[in-house]
């Protein structure tokens, strides 16, 4: 069983940074698949915000890009979303996923993250 766990949400202000983390766990090693990060704020759909390949290659929504960085550490067998000058805009809860093709998707539960002054 997979299972996620993400990390490091908070309150912080506005411009402020954090750092978010989704550690695997489980019968699972994370290199060979592709991991996202999504979020979801109140009343509104769950949205994309970043997505690693196994590769190292990177996609960002609109909103992220510039101000957002994912990496992966295979050892640790954890990504990360590196959150820069933060807006209000961006309090939502943060939840990671992994595509493993035939085994489906699975999901963390989330840390929130609220941007506030």
């Known amino acids: 069983q997979v299972q996620l766990e993400e990390s490091g949400g908070g309150l912080v202000q506005p411009g402020g940074s954090l750092r978010l983390s989704c550690v695997a766990s489980?019968?699972?090693?994370?290199?060979?698949?592709?991991i996202t990060w999504h979020r979801q704020a109140p009343r509104k759909q769950r949205e994309f915000v970043a997505t690693?390949?196994?590769?190292?290659?990177?996609n960002y929504a609109p909103s992220a890009k510039g101000r957002f960085t994912i990496s992966r550490d295979n050892a640790k067998n954890t990504v990360y979303l590196q959150m820069n000058s933060l807006k209000p805009e961006d309090t939502a809860v943060y939840s990671c996923?992994?595509?493993?093709?035939?085994?489906?998707?699975?999901w963390g539960q989330g840390t929130q993250v609220t941007v506030s002054s």
């Open positions: 489980g019968s699972i090693i994370i290199s060979p698949y592709q």
């Open positions: 690693i390949s196994s590769a190292g290659d990177t």
């Open positions: 996923s992994i595509y493993r093709g035939a085994l489906g998707i699975d």
